[in-house]
């Protein structure tokens, strides 16, 4: 069974800095695109950035764009977002994705859909205090 266990959520003050870490396992990773998704209470979840199978492409949410980074390391089957310039409106639980489809696309603005991923993970809280 495929698991992906995200870390390094926690509490910040706006302006702040976060990284999230998502570890894989039981899953090819150098062949999978993977995705971060966020979802705020009562609101829908949100596509924040994916990053293809070979870590050559690249795509952010519009609200993200130029203050968040994802990046991915295949020897240690982790996927990395680097959040920045944090704002209260960013408070949500992240949730990783693995998209679990061995190489489809080469670029990563197709998996801005939660529905190209099979596979999720448990989420884990930033919160973003002003």
């Known amino acids: 069974q495929v698991q992906l266990v995200e870390s390094g959520g926690g509490s910040v003050a706006a302006g702040g800095s976060l990284r999230l870490s998502c570890v894989a396992s039981r899953v090819t990773f150098s062949h999978s695109a993977m995705g971060w998704f966020r979802q705020a209470p009562g609101k829908e979840r949100e596509f924040v950035a994916s990053i293809s199978f070979s870590g050559t492409s690249t795509h952010l949410g519009t609200s993200v764009k130029g203050r968040f980074t994802i990046s991915r390391d295949d020897a240690k089957n982790t996927v990395f977002l680097q959040m920045g310039s944090l704002k209260p409106e960013d408070t949500a639980v992240y949730y990783c994705?693995?998209?679990?489809?061995?190489?489809?696309?080469?670029?990563?603005?197709?998996?801005?859909?939660?529905?190209?991923?099979?596979?999720w993970g448990q989420g884990t809280q930033v919160t973003v205090s002003s």
């Open positions: 994705a693995a998209a679990g489809d061995d190489k489809k696309y080469y670029d990563a603005v197709y998996y801005r859909y939660a529905h190209t991923y099979a596979y």
